[in-house]
Each structure stands twice: as structure tokens, then as C-alpha cells.
């Protein structure tokens, strides 16, 4: 049976879809998500419930606190040993989530580029330091197609991009292409009509904060995590810490998590657009309709 990839923008539905696919196949889900990784940090990652996660096994929450680094080769070699001992256990892996650079890392491989650099990163950390946006200015330069796959944000990737180039005169977007696919894995991307998308992402943000999110953010920085943390700029956390601060009121906060959250979506689903191989399922289809397309071409029961 092929090891399916369930991915697809924010609030689609892929956690849910994800554990009834996971109920029919006697399935384990391998969580696919850049921010579901840091403990702590559970309503503004839209984490599945303990009750689920109790009711269906679930890997790769909770990895590792928000100020300590993970990277994606970290991420990937520790994916494949759980979907390994997954197998060996009689079950069936089912990864999902929404974080494409991670998927793509599963799904065709990780290039061996050069080491990290400790001179060269300071040096373009100052550059950016001087001058916000600077380095997404050289990224557009050097390597215009990796200017447009990662976020504006991701400090991390854009200076491992610049250093890329800089130590090997060659983009990172060319040397993406000497990887090698992993077989085993079929895409599926879940998606629907962008007005229900956009409003299931409301819906999402706004139980959020009934949910407690701005008391989730006090505790993360009672806890001593400095808001400069990269976990904590990202979307939600970076507007709570605003509102925590002053700047702007609680119903702009909202307003702004709803926005930011839906402009991630739409990035998400042009990352995906990229995989020509991708199978995508509308879920506005209907759910078993959709789950037994899945099954037909993973080849259960087969």
C-alpha cells in the first residue's frame, strides 16, 4: 500500500480527515506541521485534542520547546524512523498537515549542500538587522525561484538560501533538483471553495480566542520565551504579543489573525499547486466520497 500525504491549507479539514482515514486503515498519523512541533503551544497551532490524539495514535506534536531549534533534515530523519517503526508494528503511517517545505522534504529528499557558515550568517543577520526586507532584496536576485516558494518571514530559509549561493555560486532551487523521490509516497492535496475555506478560517480564529489563545500567549511569555522567538512571530502569536503590548485592541487582533491566517492559506495552496504529480480532492464532494477516493488510490485492501 502507497504511504499517502495528506496536505492542504489551513482550517480545510485534514486533521479530521486524516483520523477517519486513519480508523478505516487501522492507520497512524504522522503530523506534518512546522509549528505543532513546539510544546506549549497548543491553541494557536490548532493542535488535535488530547481525546483524539488518544483515540488515534499521533506523532510528532510536542517535539521540542519553543526556543529550541528544529530544522527540516531533523524533522525528516525522524519521520522516516517513525513511519519505519509504524510498519513494523502492523499499522498504516498517514502523514498530514500543512507545512509544504516539510513535505517536500519527505517527498523528494533532502540536497546535500554546504555546512552552515557561522561568518557569513552573522554577516547577513546584521544586513537584515540594518535594514528589514534587505535580504529578501538579494534572495530575489540569486535565486528568484526560491524568492517565491518561501514566506517573507522565514528569516531561516532566506539566509540559508543567500548562503547557499554564496559558498557554492549555484541557487538552492537548482540543487533541489539533484534529490531523489521517495516512491512510497502519493500526494493528496484536500481543498475547497476559497468562500467556505475563508470562513471555516474565521470560524477557526474566533474559536481560538473563546478557546483562550491570548491566555495561552501570557504563559508562553511568563514562561521567559522572548516574543523574538521565531515560533513566537509566527502568525497569531506575533498579533496577541501586539494586543498583549498595547498596540492595537482585541478586536484588531482578531481582524488580523483572520487575514494573516487566510493569506497563508492562499500561499499554501500555490506551493502545492507546484507537485504535478498531487491528487486533489475536493471535500466539498462530500467526505466519504473523498475517503474512498483515497483508499482506491492508495490501493487498500489491494
Request: hydrophobic content about 40%.
Amino acid at each position: 500500500m502507497k504511504i499517502p500525504l495528506i496536505m492542504g491549507p489551513t482550517a480545510v479539514g485534514k486533521s479530521n480527515f486524516a483520523i477517519k482515514l486513519a480508523k478505516i486503515i487501522d492507520g497512524e498519523i504522522i503530523s506534518v506541521d512546522s509549528m505543532q512541533i513546539y510544546k506549549c503551544m497548543d491553541i494557536g497551532t490548532s493542535k488535535v485534542s488530547p481525546e483524539a490524539r488518544k483515540e488515534i495514535p499521533y506523532h510528532m506534536l510536542d517535539i521540542v520547546d519553543p526556543d529550541e531549534d528544529f530544522d527540516v533534515k531533523q524533522f525528516r530523519d525522524e519521520v522516516i524512523k517513525i513511519i519505519d517503526e509504524i510498519v513494523s508494528r502492523g499499522k498504516y503511517p498517514i502523514l498530514e498537515g500543512g507545512t509544504g517545505f516539510y513535505f517536500e522534504a519527505l517527498k523528494y529528499g533532502i540536497f546535500e549542500g554546504p555546512s552552515k557558515n557561522k561568518k557569513i550568517r552573522e554577516s547577513l543577520l546584521r544586513i537584515e538587522k540594518e535594514s528589514k526586507g534587505s535580504l529578501r532584496k538579494i534572495l530575489s536576485k540569486v535565486d528568484p525561484v526560491a524568492f517565491e516558494k518561501f514566506d517573507a518571514n522565514d528569516i531561516t530559509r532566506i539566509v540559508r538560501a543567500i548562503e547557499v549561493y554564496t559558498l557554492t555560486g549555484r541557487p538552492i532551487s537548482e540543487l533541489w533538483k539533484e534529490r531523489s523521490e521517495d516512491e512510497r509516497f502519493t500526494c493528496f492535496v484536500l481543498y475547497m471553495e476559497r468562500n467556505d475555506l475563508y470562513r471555516k478560517i474565521n470560524e477557526r480564529v474566533e474559536k481560538m480566542f473563546e478557546h483562550g489563545f491570548v491566555e495561552e500567549v501570557q504563559k508562553l511569555l511568563k514562561m521567559g520565551y522572548s516574543k523574538d522567538l521565531k515560533a513566537m512571530r509566527s502568525i497569531g502569536y506575533k498579533e496577541v504579543v501586539q494586543y498583549l503590548e498595547g498596540e492595537i485592541s482585541l478586536s484588531e487582533c482578531v481582524e488580523k489573525v483572520k487575514l494573516a491566517t487566510r493569506h497563508y492559506a492562499k500561499r499554501q495552496l500555490t506551493w502545492f499547486r507546484r507537485y504535478e504529480d498531487a491528487i486533489w480532492i475536493n471535500l466539498s464532494n462530500g467526505e466519504e466520497l473523498s475517503l474512498n477516493k483515497v483508499l482506491k488510490i492508495i490501493e487498500w485492501g489491494a
